[in-house]
């Protein structure tokens, strides 16, 4: 028998020889010390300005102007804070060294104490409809049309302004007077490091007639990651537009936008996936190493829920395996795997590519039956039209979008 | 002083402590977590050992995670994370190399870190010791303990496919 310490070492996922620190990290690291310093020196330097009787310009906002008067910030914080439901909708562009990159994507949502509702468009499209407790999470999303049910993270990996009340760093800010007033109506605050990029600032421009947020603009410059790309450097700038940012009042009704229900098109197919793909019909028996991995992807995958049946198992040209559960069909091909409920699979078809998993740059697509070709194109390229054979289809590289011609 | 050295630190042992952390997290975790660890050895550069710093450094970098793993419902993220790279990378062997990442999330923490470090940080049994905080003796022991129920899990494994 084969040690298992060879085997692990065989299978180190980090290749010593060849990993070098990136640069970005080096300048990170050199640069979070040079943070750290500083911090350590500021209130020397806040004595030093106070004794030479120099007035500090930005002024660190806090409850009131001082002369008793409320600040356009107080204002802000006391029409958007206390009980209720807050209610939002933004729109979201990204700008990329000025230019405007891709759609508008837009966000509607309810928030109340530990509980959130959020809709994400790209344009008007609902991509996601997400439900949060204090514990559970309930996500589901247009591509698969089903839902998932986790617990709730404790730490965010993005920050309200992506998922979340939009105006909730706000007011945080602002109880710990980290606002910076910038002009009349703008203030700014470097946003938490936990959900941002590192050097992030965030500005909030606000409606001086109403107090409520206009806009967000969040600004960073993208740093270098392990592969060089074209983008290291660049400035990104997020603009949040507030088409509504309002507090209703604590009724039953508005409560009820936060229940953690499913979205109404969600869950599993009826549908037997044996009764759409000949392969799982007439395909070939898997091998035992196919097995052990089909097994895992059957134990593991979207936590289970699927309930794949092992035993219904079945390759196809070009090794593809497929695999049908409760109302879910799998598709795997060596160590790389997806899913859809059957619903979605037969009006969509499913895919997997990518070199890194399969060792190979094509993109395979499973159809359902009565599919007879796929139309693709990369994007702004011409569409093509590939035959289908045995549910199967084989695009030369990944990154295609295509349609079913049946 | 304390920046000259910490500096030589990183450039002697930023990739190992950068691997450390890649075998353990995710690729832009990896670099938070030796971001952090390099700032703790700058705060506490009269710390650092001279003889074999790195066991120093990845013990940082074992605490650092470890607390981050706390917040982020530990054994879960872990078992994702190696399923993730046993997808990603191409170093893990083509049969059962997701079976065997699997195993090994399954494995409680200290038994998977001893193998961990043995395997793939190349480190033998008093090094280990000197990272963990235990004796050497300790290290064989756990050793032989984790090699047995990494096995037991491949078996395991094994056998729950061929009962499917």
């Known amino acids: 028998m084969t040690d298992v310490l060879d085997e692990l070492r065989d299978a180190d996922p980090v290749d010593r020889a060849s990993l070098e620190v990136p640069p970005a990290l080096a300048a990170r690291v050199a640069t979070a010390r040079g943070e750290r310093r500083h911090r350590s020196r500021r209130p020397a330097i806040l004595l030093g300005l106070a004794v030479a009787g120099v007035a500090v310009v930005a002024t660190m906002v806090g409850r009131g102007d001082g002369d008793g008067r409320l600040s356009l910030a107080d204002r802000a914080y006391a029409a958007t804070a206390g009980p209720g439901v807050r209610h939002w909708r933004i729109s979201i562009r990204t700008y990329i060294n000025g230019k405007r990159r891709g759609i508008v994507q837009r966000q509607e949502g309810w928030a109340r104490d530990g509980t959130l509702h959020t809709l994400l468009f790209d344009g008007h499209r609902l991509t996601s409809d997400i439900r949060q407790t204090r514990t559970r999470t309930r996500s589901w999303s247009a591509g698969m049309n089903d839902y998932i049910e986790t617990p709730t993270p404790k730490q965010r990996a993005s920050g309200p302004l992506q998922f979340g009340d939009p105006f909730a760093d706000f007011r945080r800010a602002h109880d710990a007077g980290r606002l910076v007033q910038v002009n009349a109506t703008t203030y700014r605050m470097r946003p938490d490091k936990r959900a941002f990029a590192p050097g992030s600032t965030l500005t909030y421009q606000l409606d001086p007639r109403t107090a409520l947020p206009a806009r967000a603009i969040l600004a960073y410059t993208r740093g270098a990651g392990p592969t060089p790309s074209t983008l290291d450097g660049a400035r990104y700038r997020s603009v949040f537009t507030y088409d509504t940012y309002e507090r209703l009042p604590d009724t039953a009704a508005n409560r009820a936008k936060l229940e953690l229900l499913a979205h109404p098109g969600a869950g599993p197919s009826k549908t037997d996936a044996r009764a759409v793909f000949a392969i799982l019909r007439d395909g070939a028996p898997i091998t035992d190493k196919e097995r052990k991995l089909v097994a895992n992807f059957a134990k593991y995958a979207l936590f289970g829920k699927p309930r794949f049946d092992v035993s219904s198992a079945r390759r196809g040209p070009h090794d593809i395996v497929l695999v049908a559960g409760d109302g879910y069909v799998g598709m795997m091909r060596k160590r790389g795997g997806t899913l859809a409920t059957v619903d979605t699979a037969t009006k969509r078809g499913m895919a997997i590519s990518g070199s890194a998993v399969n060792k190979d740059h094509g993109m395979y697509v499973v159809v359902p039956d009565g599919v007879k070709a796929i139309r693709a194109r990369v994007s702004h390229h011409r569409w093509k039209t590939v035959p289908v054979k045995q549910n199967v289809a084989v695009l030369p590289n990944g990154g295609y979008h295509f349609s079913l011609v049946r | ?164």
């Not at chain 2, 074992?62 to 993220?77: G, I, T």
């Open chain 2, 1 to 164: 002083v304390s920046s000259s050295r910490v500096d030589a630190l990183f450039r002697e042992y930023g990739a190992d402590v950068l691997a450390y952390a890649m075998r353990r997290t995710e690729v832009q975790n990896a670099e938070d977590v030796v971001a952090e660890v390099f700032l703790i050895a700058w705060r506490r550069v009269d710390r650092v050992p001279d003889t074999e710093p790195v066991l120093w450094l990845y013990a940082v970098a074992r605490r650092v995670l470890a607390n981050q793993r706390r917040a982020a419902r530990r054994r879960k993220a872990l078992v994702d994370v190696l399923g993730r790279l046993a997808g990603r990378h191409s170093a893990a062997p083509e049969a059962g190399g997701l079976v065997l990442m699997l195993a090994l999330g399954r494995l409680r923490p200290d038994d998977r870190e001893v193998l961990m470090l043995t395997a793939w940080e190349g480190l033998d049994a008093s090094q280990v010791a000197a990272v963990l905080g235990c004796t050497p003796q300790a290290v064989h022991t756990r050793l032989h303990r984790a090699r047995a129920r990494l096995r037991a899990e491949l078996d395991r494994e094994i056998h729950e496919v061929s009962i499917a």
